[in-house]
T-cell receptor
């Protein structure tokens, strides 16, 4: 079955630590996205990528980094510079066409130890 | 003006009633519109896409689009408690391709 796999489902970060969230898709989508969702809040775009080896900052990129070395993979690193990382992180993908919807993975819930 | 606006709710309807969820958008050039359902603690799930004026029906769900008035609605007929969730409206941006999401409307269907 085609889909988007995020791992881990739950992640705990210690102070000063960088952590990486995985996102893999087998939908053959060119575009991939990372969102952050805080309790009772909407989705906020962190980074997005249209093509391998290229990505753009979204609305809240500070304290985060990404890479896009393969079409199928778009990992997100939450760095120690992100002082309030506790949130629900969602990865999505889509065809590169404004008429196409985005499809989401199951999410990773990140908490501070 | 925010690009996509939704009433945050909660919208409470009795079981069996019609739930009506509304969304307004600012970009007159938008051509496609999406509704997502998000259960508490889960990720958003695409439930409807609509591209042209008028109604589109899929089971108990009907999406209604009025481009002249810049709004899109989602009607849920015969509402069930399992429909209780947050419903997100999404519209493509006028530049780029990351969808603009509304903050969502919380729906509660009471038995």
């Amino acid at each position: 079955d085609g889909g988007i796999t995020q791992s881990p489902k739950y992640l705990f970060r210690k102070e000063g630590q960088n952590v990486t969230l995985s996102c893999e898709q087998n939908l053959n989508h060119d575009a991939m996205y990372w969102y952050r969702q805080d309790p009772g809040q909407g989705l906020r775009l962190i980074y997005y990528s249209q093509i391998v080896n290229d990505f753009q900052k979204g609305d809240i990129a500070e304290g985060y980094s990404v890479s896009r070395e393969k079409k199928e993979s778009f990992p997100l690193t939450v760095t120690s510079a992100q002082k309030n990382p506790t949130a629900f992180y969602l990865c999505a993908s889509s065809m590169v066409n404004s008429d196409q919807p985005q499809h989401f993975g199951d999410g990773t819930r990140l908490s501070i130890l | 003006q925010k690009e996509v606006e939704q009433n945050s709710g909660p919208l409470s309807v009795p079981e069996g009633a019609i739930a009506s969820l509304n969304c307004t958008y600012s970009d007159r050039g938008s051509q496609s519109f999406f509704w997502y359902r998000q259960y508490s603690g889960k990720s958003p799930e695409l439930i409807m896409s609509i591209y042209s004026n008028g109604d589109k029906e899929d089971g108990r769900f009907t999406a209604q689009l009025n481009k002249a008035s810049q709004y899109v609605s989602l009607l849920i007929r015969d509402s069930q408690p399992s429909d209780s969730a947050t419903y997100l409206c999404a519209v493509p941006p006028n530049s780029g391709y990351a969808l603009n999401f509304g903050k969502g409307t919380s729906l509660l269907v009471t038995p």
